[in-house]
Nanobody, 126 residues
Framework: QVQLVESGGGLVQAGGSLRLSCAAS????????MGWFRQAPGKERDFVAV????????YYADSVKGRFTISRDNAKNTVYLQMNSLKPEDTAVYYC???????????????????WGQGTRVTVSS
């Protein structure tokens, strides 16, 4: 069993930055992929980024590529999402998730994850 707790969300102006954290407990993350997803009001939960267990491979949604960076510290059982140059369309609840891995396509979907955090809200004002 894995418990995930996100933090770091808040209100920021367009062009600003936030750093989200996801702390895991109950089981080591060292062998699992970690992903970030986001869900805007009235919309589906969308893929943002994923990092493999070693940290060697990362994938990003096109909408955040070049602005967001996912990283992990397995010794601290924590995953991060550094978000720069934020835009109003980045406003959403951000969720971290843990999964066993899979294909490039699979890890970009919610099906690729079996543990989820409760989410942290990010609001970007224009």
């Amino acid at each position: 069993q894995v418990q995930l707790v996100e933090s770091g969300g808040g209100l920021v102006q367009a062009g600003g930055s936030l750093r989200l954290s996801c702390a895991a407990s109950g089981r080591t993350l060292g062998s699992r992929n970690m992903g970030w997803f986001r869900q805007a009001p009235g919309k589906e939960r969308d893929f943002v980024a994923v990092i493999t267990w070693s940290g060697a491979i990362t994938y990003y949604a096109d909408s955040v590529k070049g602005r967001f960076t996912i990283s992990r510290d397995n010794a601290k059982n924590t995953v991060y999402l550094q978000m720069n140059s934020l835009k109003p369309e980045d406003t959403a609840v951000y969720y971290c998730a843990s999964g066993p891995g899979g294909t490039y396509s699979y890890v970009r979907t919610t099906r690729g994850y079996d543990y989820w955090g409760q989410g942290t809200r990010v609001t970007v004002s224009s």
